[in-house]
């Protein structure tokens, strides 16, 4: 009897982290494509609304999800609090801290890490720009993004629950 709840739980363990690697590869494109639509809600409230970056951090905040919600709101709290560090340095230290909360891999860390370099430092007009630039350079990510999903959705939930009855046929 012991043996045979062992090996369910074994089969259940495989089975789950074949599901949660599944769900990490659907979880990207959607995170990627929330990304899109936050920079440019930032590009409208920077060019058409006249807002200031914290502000339009904090306002983009409250449209998004979690865990992308709470990286911008993070941002736009830091800069309101203006407590003397750059604005690359709190949306460096803000990528990066919330970074492990994420679906995404390094190359969108990598592309958001870009886009502070030049926040808040240059006039509204390269603004927009760098942040359409990063809006296009997302989305050839996302395309990718759901391209591997296409490839490994299935492949990650079977290699679960097979590798949980390989370990199972091998203890017993």
């Known amino acids: 009897m012991l043996k045979l709840l062992g090996a369910v ?4 363990a495989g089975t789950g982290f074949g ?3 599944a769900r990490q590869l659907a979880n990207r494109p ?6 899109i639509q936050a920079l440019q809600r930032m590009e409208t409230e920077i060019a058409y609304g006249f ?10 905040s ?43 891999k390094e190359a969108e860390k990598e592309i ?28 050839a990510e996302e395309e990718q993004a759901r391209d591997e999903q296409r490839r490994y959705e299935k492949m990650w939930k079977s ?4 590798a949980g009855a390989l370990i199972v046929i091998l203890i017993y």
């Open 112 to 139: 958001l890490l870009q886009l502070g370099y030049t926040l808040g430092l240059t006039d509204k007009e390269d603004q927009v720009k760098h942040l359409r630039l990063g809006v296009s350079q997302l989305q």
């Open 159 to 162: 290699l679960g629950l097979l």
């Open 19 to 21: 599901f949660y690697q």
């Open 51 to 60: 807002t200031f970056l914290p502000e339009a951090m904090i306002k983009v």
């Open 62 to 104: 409250k449209q998004l999800s979690s865990p992308l919600s709470h990286l911008f709101q993070q941002i736009g709290q830091q800069l309101s609090a203006s407590s003397g560090q750059s604005t690359k340095d709190v949306w460096q230290t803000s990528v990066k801290e919330g970074w492990k909360h994420t679906s995404m």
């Open 30 to 35: 959607r995170q990627i494509r929330q990304l």
């Open 9 to 12: 739980l074994i089969l259940l």
